[in-house]
């Protein structure tokens, strides 16, 4: 049990790092991807300690909402670089004037 926790820890905080330092919005959609997966891991652990199905739901609704978030941010980046031929998140906050 330890050891998925563990584990789940070390891939949120890698996903967390990538979302702070990387510029690039693709690279920062993944990071997002690790950090819900991580808290899948942890849910369905959890829930396997525990002996009920709760955690497993909430990791089918975490993945409901990641497939959602994949479609509409995908949506989003691929405008920004039709617009700006580049996929940096600095450019992005340019889209507010």
């Known amino acids: 049990m330890n050891e998925y926790i563990t584990l789940s820890l070390i891939l949120f905080t890698i ?3 990538g979302v702070l330092i990387r510029r690039n919005a693709i690279i920062v959609f993944m990071c997002i991807e690790l950090m819900l997966n991580a ?3 942890a849910f ?3 829930s396997r300690q525990h ?3 709760d955690g497993q739901v909430a990791a089918f609704f975490v993945m409901v909402v990641a497939a959602a978030e994949v479609v509409v941010g995908l949506s989003i980046i691929v ?3 039709r617009t700006r031929r580049s996929t940096s998140v600095d450019d992005a ?3 507010k004037s």
């Open 93 to 95: 906050s340019l889209l």
């Open 39 to 41: 808290t899948n891991l």
């Open 51 to 53: 002996g009920n199905l």
């Open 79 to 81: 405008s920004i670089y």
């Open 15 to 17: 996903g967390a790092v």
């Open 44 to 46: 369905v652990s959890f």
